[in-house]
């Protein structure tokens, strides 16, 4: 699989608008860029950290992934995503050795980035991504 670095931490949240006046106003860090992705039903922002990135995403729809992840547990970190060089592969890789997965194939995330989602039984109770940019 090869990881590389910690791409991003996403943090669900209801507002982007109202997280930036945090991670902007208090942390210091700039946006650099509120996407939205039509087909996971979310908002996205993120903000440069060095090597990494803090991914804010705000539900665009009662019944997307985020908005279902917040009725059970609130604002907060939503899932890790760790780079590696090729989704697929790495997919491929994980099936082989018998990880459960949430995605069977790679699929387009912010960005222009190639993400799949492993499933949180499978990795400790961790929503796991990997993406490929």
Do not use: Y
């Not at 860090?29 to 039903?41: D, N, P, S, T």
């Amino acid at each position: 699989m090869n990881p590389s670095v910690i791409d991003h931490i996403g943090v669900a949240v209801k507002s982007i608008d109202s997280a930036l006046g945090f991670w902007e106003g208090v942390m210091g860090l700039k946006c650099h860029g509120i996407e939205e992705v039509a087909e996971q039903k979310v908002k996205t922002a993120f903000l440069p950290l060095k090597d990494t990135e803090v991914e804010l995403l705000e539900p665009t729809q009662p019944d997307s992934p985020v908005a279902k992840f917040m009725e059970k547990s609130g604002e907060g970190i939503h899932h890790l995503a760790i780079r590696v060089p090729d989704v697929a592969a790495a997919l491929e890789e994980l099936k082989a050795k018998g990880i459960r997965l949430i995605d069977e194939k790679p699929r387009k995330g912010a960005g222009g980035a190639l993400i799949a989602f492993i499933h949180p039984k499978a990795t400790g109770g961790i929503l796991l991504e990997i993406c490929q940019r």
